[in-house]
Every structure is written in structure tokens, then in C-alpha cells.
């Protein structure tokens, strides 16, 4: 068995794969080089030596083991470059299949922990989706609640699939091969993710969340990107789930799905009060929090509403949607 993602380095098995990437990179920049002109051989170069340097200090961070402190992604570390890069070298090397890839990535992107265990994640989950649809479509979108990872082709067995819900890896084939799943469940481990794996669908689907399903989740709703990402990362933080929009023309929240919307009441488009009518219009048992700069909308009436904060209004609002924990109705 390899050794599993550390606090500080590589696991033998990350580093295989990421070395390998390097190197499927140089063979196909070298055949693309033959076929062109010196411009566009001196820009092909060029890239492909940034890429190089990229991915050789990426390397360097992980086999530097102890000789440095560990890169922990905390609050306010957005980490979509760097999901971005490793994407991109698995497109480079030619290991996504052009025109079947699809990534889809929350910016800024808040995962807690140490991005060691989440590059080991996301490298094993890209391999193994890789591996089964070299053709195929694969499909890779992370926000700040986790990531899901699908894919076409080869459909794993049923007992492998209720294997990895039970948090159980597959055994590790002769020569070391197959040791990516069980990494992944070390990892998922490490970061205390909860994993669904599911191919009803037709596509093999590996599901990794920070918060199991049945979490409350809150529809969040600010234009502004930079109140949009703290107001998310405090309520992930207070255990509630959170799917934040920028709230262009944002229809009435859906209550069987929702516990509960905050909301700017100033977004673009139709004025806020005529928003918020129609949404408890059509949710009147949603519990609603208005958010908003104006002092004066802050002190007027607003029927239904839970609350109206003067932005950020953070330590008022964890106050409101805390009792959705415990599962009650503030």
C-alpha cells in the first residue's frame, strides 16, 4: 500500500501521476512543434516552459516535505487557479478528450484544509475518470461546499460502488496499480468530506461534499462577489449548505429545497420589493433575510421578513439562521 497524502509531500502515487503529465505535455508540444511555423513554435514554447515551471514548483511544494510548513487553504485562499492549473495540465497532456471536458469552478474558491490533500484528491478522482472515459465525457465542478467528478465510458460494478459508500478502498492490484480510489477515500477522510458514489444515470459519478445532504441549505443571493464569498464561507462554516448567486432577474427560491434565502435587496433588474413579493408569493413559509446598504429600507416594514441587516450584518445573521441546525424554525 502506498503511503497516504501527508500533511508535508507527495504520495508516490500523486507524484507518478503528475510527472507523467509533465511528460505526456513535452511529447505532444513536440509533435505539435513540427508542424509549425518559428512564430508559433517560439509561442508554443514559451507556454510550454511556463507550464514546466508551474508544474515543477507544484512539485517542488509537495516533495519539499518537512523542510517547510505545510500550505494550508484557509478562509479567504482561493484556490480555483489552482484547480484551474491541474486541470489544464491533464487537457495539455491530452488526457481530456477536447470538446467532451467540461470544468466548472466557483470563484473564489474557499476549501478549508490543506491543499496537499485536496490536490491528492482531485488528482486520483481526474485519473480515475480519465481512465474510464479516455473518450469520453468527464465533467469536474467544485464550489465552496465540494466537488463532483463524472464521467462516461466503463461503468464501475455495483460492488464497487457500495464499497465506496461504505467508505471501504478496493484492494490495490499486483505491481501497485488500482491504489487510486483507496487515496481517495484517505483523503476524503482528511478532510472530512462526505462521499456519495452513483452511476444511476449512465455516468460514474464520485459526489465529495464538506457537508452531508441533509444539511439546511440556504439560497444566498448578493450581486457584489467579494460579500457574496465571505457571507458563504461564514454560513458553510455555521453548518448550513449555501448556494450563492449573483441574483440576475433570481426566481422565487424553491421551499422544499431551501430553508431559507438571504438576500440583497438592492440587486439588479426589478426593484427588491418587487422581487420579494413575488417570492413570498409563491414561498410564504420561507424564512427570508434581507440584506442592504440603505438605512432607511432597513427601517421600513417588510411583511414576512425574518429580518432586514445593513451589510455585512454577519454576527446578526448567524444569529438568525442558527436554530436551522438544530432544525427549527427561528
Not at 130 to 143: I, M, R, S
Not at 177 to 197: P, S
Not at 221 to 228: C, M
Request: net charge neutral; hydrophobic share 45%; with cysteine.
Amino acid at each position: 500500500m502506498q503511503p497516504s497524502p501527508q500533511p508535508n509531500g507527495l504520495a508516490v502515487h500523486d507524484l507518478r501521476h503528475l510527472l507523467a503529465l509533465l511528460a505526456a505535455d513535452l511529447r505532444l508540444t513536440r509533435f505539435g512543434l513540427s508542424r509549425e511555423d518559428e512564430p508559433a513554435r517560439r509561442a508554443a514554447l514559451a507556454a510550454l516552459y511556463a507550464r514546466l515551471a508551474a508544474g515543477l514548483a507544484e512539485l517542488g511544494d509537495g516533495l519539499a516535505g518537512g523542510a517547510r510548513p505545510a500550505a494550508r487553504a484557509g478562509a479567504g485562499a482561493d484556490l480555483a487557479p489552482r484547480v484551474e492549473a491541474l486541470w489544464d495540465g491533464y487537457r495539455q497532456a491530452g488526457r481530456l478528450c477536447p470538446g467532451a471536458a467540461r470544468l466548472s469552478l466557483e470563484r473564489p474558491l474557499l476549501w478549508p484544509g490543506l491543499w496537499t490533500h485536496w490536490r491528492s484528491l482531485l488528482v486520483n478522482l481526474l485519473e480515475n475518470a480519465c481512465a474510464a472515459a479516455p473518450e469520453g465525457p468527464v465533467e469536474l465542478l467544485a464550489n465552496g461546499e465540494g466537488l463532483r467528478v463524472a464521467s462516461g465510458g466503463r461503468l464501475p460494478a455495483p460492488a464497487l460502488i457500495a464499497a465506496l459508500n461504505a467508505g471501504r478502498a478496493p484492494a490495490p492490484r499486483p505491481g501497485g496499480g488500482g491504489q487510486g480510489l483507496g487515496l481517495v477515500l484517505e483523503a476524503v477522510a482528511a478532510l472530512g468530506l462526505h462521499l456519495d458514489a452513483d452511476c444511476s444515470d449512465g455516468r460514474f459519478t464520485l459526489d465529495l461534499q464538506r457537508l452531508p445532504r441533509e444539511a439546511p441549505a440556504v439560497l444566498l443571493v448578493e450581486d457584489d462577489p467579494e460579500l457574496r464569498a465571505a457571507l458563504a464561507a461564514l454560513l458553510r462554516a455555521e453548518g448550513l449548505r449555501v448556494e450563492p448567486r449573483a441574483g440576475d432577474e433570481e426566481p422565487a427560491p424553491n421551499p422544499t429545497r431551501f430553508a431559507a434565502a438571504v438576500a440583497d435587496l438592492n440587486l439588479p433588474g426589478a426593484s427588491g420589493a418587487e422581487r420579494l413579493a413575488a417570492w413570498r408569493r409563491e414561498a410564504p413559509e420561507l424564512l427570508t433575510v434581507l440584506l442592504t446598504g440603505d438605512s432607511a429600507a432597513a427601517r421600513r416594514e417588510w411583511p414576512g421578513v425574518a429580518a432586514v441587516l445593513i451589510k455585512p450584518g454577519l454576527g446578526r445573521l448567524r444569529d438568525l439562521l442558527a436554530p436551522l441546525r438544530r432544525g427549527a424554525r427561528p
